[in-house]
């Protein structure tokens, strides 16, 4: 009696961990995979998107955009880097029956701007901060945006409002994050580190503002569900309180 009960237990352990391992090589979140593209569900209508650029200083860097879909409609947030993961995004959009209303890049970098050809190629307009679109006519290279704003856009996604604003400098002076109130999801780009990120690139970053800016996000947005940064893993606020600890003038 004692072996067939060791028995069972064994075979109980043995089909746990099998099930383990299964959740952790496809966990549940991710609903788009492939070797350049990545798309993973944050709550009913917020999705993060995630491809891959190559750095000299950072090796193959994870970058991170935003999907809002309500009903039949989505806009995207920040492009994937290149043209093929744009591709892939647009197709698996287009497979779920989803119609781009918008692209909004949130700062100047390749990993906003980087696949913008394709949105415009399909009849996607592109919005950006008018002084995104400055800096990138300022370099003679990459993609410009169509559409510029000053301080804030409103869009709508299925009558839903999403709202783009600048909030102040930090890691660029363009930088602006994305607001989805429905949802009380921010994507803060990479004006907004992941929890235990170094400070990463700054070679266009303002340092000395970029704390303050990430305590003015806090003000305005006090109660967030969902939080994407520009790299790494999403969460919620604790996100704000770590960039705003990391780049205070204490440290």
Known sequence: MKQLLFGILLLVAACSTKNKST?????DDIVYKTDTLVI????????QHISFLNTESFGRV???????IN???????????????????????????KAVKAVVATHFHNDCV???????????????NSLTIQLIKEKAEGNIPQNGFDQELELEVGQ??????????????DNVVAYFPEQQALFGGCLVKEVGASKGY????????????IAKL????????????????????????????????RN
């Open 218 to 249: 806090k003000a305005k947005y006090p109660h967030l569900k969902v939080v994407i940064p520009g790299h790494g893993n999403p969460g919620g606020a604790e996100l704000l309180d770590y960039t705003e600890k990391l780049f205070s003038i």
């Open 23 to 27: 959740l952790t090589a496809v966990p």
């Open 71 to 97: 009903g039949n409609e989505a806009i995207v947030f920040d492009t994937p880097t290149d043209d093929a993961g744009t591709t892939a995004l647009l197709n698996y959009l287009a497979t779920q029956n």
């Open 160 to 173: 839903q409002p999403v709202i783009t604003t600048f909030i102040g400098n930090g890691h660029t002076r």
């Open 40 to 47: 993973k569900k944050l709550s009913d209508k917020v999705y």
């Open 202 to 213: 700054l070679g266009d970053a303002d340092t000395l503002m970029w704390s303050g800016t």
């Open 114 to 128: 980087g696949g913008l050809q394709e949105f415009h190629a399909r009849g996607i307009p592109s919005y950006a």
């Open 62 to 68: 994870e970058c991170n955009g935003m999907i809002v």
